[in-house]
């Protein structure tokens, strides 16, 4: 067997070879737009991150509001869950205020009995945080606390636009009025 190479051809071959530019050389420029695409992948990933980052943040203020307003809202259901029963309730009050007044002697054993059951009536007001309005003749006139019924002429000058005559009592329950005091102003 004969060598059927020459080595002539394989000097040959291998000059050629050389004369090429090794692989890496011809990918060099190659590689540039490839690291500007990388660059703005990178860009956009980063973008996509922030606005995730964004969405998040506000999502999260978004829930923390609605669980707050959420808390607020049941609390404030809880206080005046009773609002509708204690308002039946307040001409019963007034019921035990005129019969208070009609009794002559407080001290005798029949007026006892009544006087005890109007004070734990006015405990157990007192304990659901049900007050009476503080409205007296001579006070300013409150559109928000007080219902005007009539006006009359003011019986002295210093009445006049102030309340001359409570005709039924104001509450409120939790500083909310639940039953506006009617009065007379003067005129």
């Known amino acids: 067997m004969?060598?059927?190479?020459?080595?002539?051809?394989?000097?040959?071959?291998?000059?050629?070879?050389?004369?090429?530019?090794?692989?890496?050389?011809?990918?060099?420029?190659?590689?540039?737009?490839?690291?500007?695409?990388?660059?703005?992948?990178l860009k956009k990933l980063q973008d996509e991150l922030a606005e995730a980052k964004d969405k998040y943040i506000r999502l999260y203020a978004e829930f923390d509001n609605f669980r707050r307003r959420s808390a607020k809202e049941k609390l404030e259901m809880i206080q005046s869950a009773n609002e509708q029963l204690l308002k039946v309730l307040l001409p019963v009050a007034?019921?035990?205020?005129?019969?208070?007044?009609?009794?002559?002697?407080?001290?005798?054993?029949?007026?006892?009995?009544?006087?005890?059951?109007?004070?734990?009536?006015?405990?157990?007001?007192?304990?659901?945080?049900?007050?009476?309005?503080e409205t007296g003749t001579g006070a300013n006139f409150n559109p928000d606390l007080h219902e005007a019924?009539?006006?009359?002429?003011?019986?002295?000058?210093?009445?006049?636009?102030?309340?001359?005559?409570?005709?039924?009592?104001?509450?409120?329950?939790?500083?909310?009025?639940?039953r506006f005091a009617k009065v007379v102003v003067g005129n």
Not at 99 to 116: H, M, P, Q, T
């Open 2 to 41: 004969e060598n059927t190479v020459h080595p002539e051809s394989e000097l040959e071959n291998y000059n050629d070879s050389a004369t090429e530019a090794p692989p890496t050389q011809t990918q060099e420029p190659s590689d540039l737009p490839n690291a500007a695409t990388a660059t703005d992948g």
């Open 94 to 133: 007034d019921d035990f205020e005129r019969a208070s007044k009609s009794f002559k002697d407080k001290n005798d054993k029949e007026s006892e009995g009544f006087f005890l059951i109007q004070n734990k009536f006015k405990k157990i007001l007192d304990q659901f945080s049900v007050k009476e309005m």
């Open 149 to 178: 019924i009539t006006q009359i002429a003011a019986p002295e000058e210093k009445l006049k636009g102030k309340i001359v005559d409570v005709v039924e009592k104001g509450y409120l329950l939790n500083d909310k009025v639940i």
